[in-house]
């Protein structure tokens, strides 16, 4: 899958209403941990992937629509190296077995290029609150471990649950 990025000026602009005439509707997807969304954020965001998926399972993957202006969402984390774009790809993933190709519901899938990080050192006035709580300060790690742990632990079940439906496909 390809992965396309919007610099942090678009991200603005678009926050701005810049982009009115040509982007409908635009959900900006905070794929933080909560400490970290809690000391600082996007303005006007969704604020993350669980609420975004709830929408989808309430109102169905089609949620924001099929208009005939532009919508985008745009993932970030504290990078936007590793947490937004997996689960960019996640999403995609989602659509892409949801629709026959090359259908999809939401074809704009973006990272923004430099993560909060970025955005937060060139456009505090877009932030709230304004403030920037990176994700391995020291208040937090204990909070960080258990995040990982967690993760790590749907991951291994995942796995396995891939592996015994291989397993049952073969037989």
Excluded: W
Aim: proline share 4%.
């Amino acid at each position: 899958m390809n992965i396309y990025y919007l610099i942090i000026s678009q991200v603005a602009s678009l926050l701005k209403g810049e982009y009115d005439s040509t982007v409908k509707k635009y959900q900006i997807i905070d794929c933080r941990y909560p400490y970290e969304y809690e000391g600082g954020h996007i303005k006007v965001i969704f604020k993350l992937l669980k609420e975004l998926l709830s929408e989808f399972a309430k109102n169905g993957m089609g949620y924001f629509g099929k208009e005939t202006q532009r919508t985008l969402i745009i993932f970030y984390c504290e990078f936007s190296s590793e947490r937004g774009p997996r689960i960019c790809r996640h999403l995609r993933k989602i659509d892409r077995n949801v629709n026959v190709y090359p259908q999809l519901y939401y074809p704009e899938l973006y990272i923004l290029k430099g993560g909060y990080k970025e955005f937060y050192s060139q456009f505090k006035s877009l932030c709230e609150p304004c403030s920037y709580m990176p994700m391995l300060h020291k208040d937090f790690s204990e909070q960080l471990r258990r995040y990982r742990r967690k993760r790590r632990f749907r991951s291994v079940q995942f796995r396995r649950k891939q592996l015994f439906e291989s397993e049952t496909d073969v037989q």
